[in-house]
């Protein structure tokens, strides 16, 4: 099995400076003849870059939305939009709950989707909600949920909410997903903000499939870590001897030059427009 990761965009610019960035995460997934797309970005500016880096997305096998945030599925509409729509969706349960976050220690600001369930319909998109701890798409492709929390050191952040009944009640972040491919070297794990811990994930990852993790890819939301979770992420991730440490996003400039310090070239910032390979080879 080979697998390609391409950043279609991301919150840093890519190396030549020809991509659209922006505040976001979008990664075109190719598994042999399988093709994913998971996360949109917030405004379909990947679209464009797909074409420079002459990606067609209307070969698309599955869009998968790591959670309810706009920055992840913003772009939807606009995929819908330019596309024959042959994918079939796949999200979390719950979400399409109205996320929300709380600005200034007092002002609720809409943080959610763009778009929908009516949205998914009108467009005879097929969806398929997660409820399940781990669903496998195929035999080595698997999506997991429902994450145990048990790391001390992982706290959610307090400053996203879900409105429901006219009343805003923190978020647990339920509808948060993650994909993981089995490949011959170890776990290829694909995370969008990780939201409910990183280390949370990467532990029930390894409890549920008793396999070691080669790669991680994507959002690790170590942007607001503070000295305690930095170290103890670094911990478990020397302790799990992970190859290649792919993060970006939510990751953060304090936690990116710890990584960087600490992992040296197994430790790659995945901007706008990087391609990562584990081949079999």
Request: glycine share 8%; charged share 25%; net charge negative.
């Amino acid at each position: 099995m080979n697998v390609k990761i391409t950043t279609l965009i991301e919150n840093k610019e890519d190396e030549n400076n020809i991509l659209i960035n922006e505040h976001g995460l979008s990664l075109y997934i190719e598994i042999d003849e399988m093709k994913i797309l998971f996360d949109t970005g917030q405004s379909g500016d990947f679209i464009k870059n797909a074409e420079k880096l002459k990606i067609n997305l209307n070969k698309l096998n599955y869009v998968m939305l790591s959670h309810g945030h706009y920055d992840h599925s913003g772009g939807l509409r606009k995929l819908v939009d330019n596309t024959d729509n042959s994918f079939k969706l796949i999200v979390g349960k719950g979400f399409f709950n109205e996320k929300y976050k709380l600005v200034d220690g007092e002002n609720y600001k809409f943080n959610g989707n763009n778009f929908d369930k009516e949205f998914i319909v009108e467009n005879n998109i097929p969806i398929k909600y997660i409820t399940q701890d781990l669903f496998n798409v195929t035999e080595d492709i698997l999506i997991f949920s429902n994450f145990e929390r048990n790391t001390e050191f992982e706290i959610l952040n307090t400053k996203f909410y879900i409105k429901h009944n006219e009343e805003y009640i923190a978020d647990d972040f339920s509808d948060e997903i993650v994909l993981v491919v089995k490949h011959k070297k170890g776990l290829v794990v694909i995370l969008g903000c990780s939201h409910v811990g990183v280390i949370n994930i990467l532990k029930t990852i390894i409890k549920r499939t008793g396999m070691p993790i080669y790669c991680i890819v994507g959002g690790s939301h170590l942007i607001e870590a503070d000295e305690l979770r930095l170290k103890g992420t670094i911990e478990f991730l020397k302790e799990n001897n992970i190859s290649m440490l792919r993060l970006s996003h939510c990751t953060g400039e304090n936690a990116t030059k710890e990584l960087e310090n600490e992992f040296g070239n197994k430790f790659v910032y995945n901007n706008t427009g990087n391609s990562i390979f584990v081949s079999v080879k």
